[in-house]
């Protein structure tokens, strides 16, 4: 993960997992924006989320920048991936540690189905697999509301 700052911005960069399916995409870095915020005052939206299109994107970001908060302050050391295949076969997160893949995909709405890739647990059978909702995005992020 690299981090980039300017005068306006804070820039989160997740490596792709690009370890051994040909698929994969390899070094796409995937941009996340720590300051939504920030962003979203320069470009004046600040409409409600049930109206804008652009949901799923701020619902991610939010989540991965919480939860790189609440690893940092707990010092919980872990690698930070995504992971994506050319046939647009995703998972969202995907933190490491001690060898095994804690793989994390992002719903917003409770009823859109998530289904873990079938090449993911192929390549990768060393692995944990959890739906983060609204629901439940609480102990992901390690607060109580």
């Known amino acids: 993960m690299k981090k ?9 960069f997740l490596n792709g997992d690009d370890i051994n399916i040909r698929q994969e995409l390899e070094n ?9 915020i920030g962003v979203h005052s320069l470009i004046a939206n ?6 804008r299109n ?5 619902w991610e970001n939010f989540l991965i920048a ?4 609440y690893n940092e ?3 919980n050391w872990v690698n930070k991936y995504f992971w994506r295949t050319k046939q647009q076969q995703e998972i969202d997160y995907i933190e490491e540690k001690d060898g095994i893949l804690y793989a994390y995909e992002f719903k917003w709405q409770k009823t859109k189905k998530a289904k873990l890739p079938a090449k993911f647990a192929a390549a990768y059978p060393e692995h944990n ?5 609204r629901e439940n ?6 607060k109580t509301l």
Not at 28 to 36: D, P
Not at 54 to 58: E, F, M, Q, S, V
Not at 137 to 142: D, P, S
């Open 46 to 51: 600040f409409n409600s989320l049930d109206i």
């Open 66 to 69: 919480e939860r790189m908060k």
């Open 4 to 12: 980039i700052a300017d005068d306006r911005k804070d820039y989160l």
């Open 137 to 142: 995005f609480t102990e992901f992020i390690g």
């Open 54 to 58: 652009d949901k799923r994107a701020l």
């Open 28 to 36: 796409a870095g995937l941009e996340k924006l720590k300051q939504i």
């Open 73 to 75: 302050y707990n010092n």
């Open 129 to 133: 697999y959890e739906i983060i909702t």
